[in-house]
């Protein structure tokens, strides 16, 4: 899973929950898909920070839940798929490949108005989320002979 650190204004009264709509605003991950953990306790959602002991300058974990993907093939086939935010696009290539046989190296992740995900990136950092649709295009490699 891809780290990264988000800093956010908070005050000891804020709840948990409104921590939670802060980094959805933020990062576009929506508050039912954040699992917040301090010093190895889920954070409950109604809970002020201040009950913690967290104060300004913390580091709160946080931790994405698994969703489902729906992947749109070239077959007409719909695929739906367990992942969590921080796969790599080729982890869900990867996943394709063993359900439907297609190699890695022939499929193209495309967002359904055709931008393509790269490899390296994870799913939050394409902004894919949980039941999105996504579509899968298999490369076709064609072989011409020389008339020479």
């Known amino acids: 899973m891809s780290e990264f650190t988000v800093t956010l204004p908070i005050c000891a009264s804020d709840t948990v929950r409104s921590v939670k709509a802060k980094i959805e ?21 109604d809970r002020e920070l201040s009950e913690y002991g967290i104060r300004n300058g913390d580091t709160i974990q946080l931790n994405m839940l698994d969703f489902q993907l729906t992947m749109v093939c070239d077959r007409s086939v719909d695929a739906i798929l367990d992942v969590n935010p921080g796969d790599l696009v080729v982890s869900v290539k990867q996943k394709m490949e063993a359900g439907l046989g297609v190699p890695v190296d022939q499929q193209r992740l ?14 939050f950092s394409c902004n894919i989320h949980n039941q999105q649709k996504i579509e899968m295009r ?5 072989t011409f002979a020389c008339a020479c």
């Open 25 to 45: 605003e933020l990062e576009n991950v929506k508050s039912a898909s954040q699992r917040l953990v301090f010093n190895g306790e889920e954070l409950v959602d």
């Open 110 to 123: 495309l967002s359904l108005n055709g931008m393509e995900f790269k490899d390296d990136r994870t799913l």
């Open 138 to 142: 298999a490369v076709q490699w064609e």
